[in-house]
């Protein structure tokens, strides 16, 4: 069982910055990937970013790639997501989650947090 929990969202002007994190619980954390998935108001939830277990390997979406930046502290439990030049379309609630495999289909995650609300104005 791993639990997990967002922070570091918040209200940013467009062009700004924010770093979110996600702390898990368990000793099990580094034998999983974890991604980050964003929803939008009234739309589906999309796939942001994965990275591997060990931190290898990483996938972004093409909107955010050279943006965003995943990284992982194992020993620590946490990943983060560092989210520069931020856009008014990156306004969403960022979650988390956890997954056996570095994917972006969220039916193979088994494990995802709360949400952290990220606000960007234009």
């Known amino acids: 069982q791993v639990q997990l929990v967002e922070s570091g969202g918040g209200l940013v002007q467009a062009g700004g910055s924010l770093r979110l994190s996600c702390a898990a619980s368990?000793?099990?954390?580094?034998?999983?990937?974890m991604g980050w998935f964003r929803q939008a108001p009234g739309k589906e939830r999309e796939f942001v970013v994965v990275?591997?277990?060990?931190?290898?390997?990483?996938y972004y979406t093409d909107s955010v790639k050279g943006r965003f930046t995943i990284s992982r502290d194992n020993a620590k439990n946490t990943v983060y997501l560092q989210m520069n030049s931020l856009k008014p379309e990156d306004t969403g609630v960022y979650y988390c989650?956890?997954?056996?495999?570095?994917?972006?289909?969220?039916?193979?995650?088994?494990?995802w947090g709360q949400g952290t609300q990220v606000t960007v104005s234009s």
């Open positions: 990275t591997s277990s060990n931190g290898g390997t990483k």
């Open positions: 368990g000793r099990t954390f580094s034998m999983y990937a």
């Open positions: 989650a956890a997954s056996r495999y570095a994917t972006d289909d969220p039916k193979y995650y088994d494990y």
